[in-house]
């Protein structure tokens, strides 16, 4: 199986930019496609993006389209998210998941998950 930990969140203010990391350990990122999600307190988790193994297919909520890119580097063992032009309503508990089959929006789909780094869009 695989490990994740997330980092790079913090405060932010409205306009700004963050790049979270996922580092992954115990199997190569490789074997997996990945996905970012996120949660506020009292609200369903929601997908924000996922890419496939290679980096070959990605995928935006329709939310975050056009401000967000995910990318990976299979080399290093790690996921990214480069989020620009923040808003506050990006505020939530940010997680990197990895999925042994496909690329998916369905966080049920997903086998693994990390604890989450916590972004604050806030002026």
């Known amino acids: 199986q695989v490990q994740l930990v997330e980092s790079g969140g913090g405060l932010v203010q409205p306009g700004g930019s963050l790049r979270l990391s996922c580092a992954a350990s115990?199997?190569?990122?490789?074997?997996?496609?990945m996905g970012w999600f996120r949660q506020v307190p009292g609200k369903e988790r929601e997908f924000v993006a996922g890419?496939?193994?290679?980096?070959?297919?990605?995928h935006y909520a329709d939310s975050v389209k056009g401000r967000f890119t995910i990318s990976r580097d299979n080399a290093k063992n790690t996921l990214y998210l480069q989020m620009n032009s923040l808003k506050p309503e990006d505020t939530a508990l940010y997680y990197c998941?990895?999925?042994?089959?496909?690329?998916?929006?369905?966080?049920?789909?997903?086998?693994?998950w990390g604890q989450g780094t916590q972004v604050t869009v806030s002026s």
């Open positions: 890419i496939s193994w290679n980096g070959g297919r990605v």
């Open positions: 998941a990895a999925e042994e089959l496909t690329l998916t929006t369905r966080g049920d789909d997903y086998d693994y």
């Open positions: 115990g199997r190569p990122l490789s074997t997996y496609a």
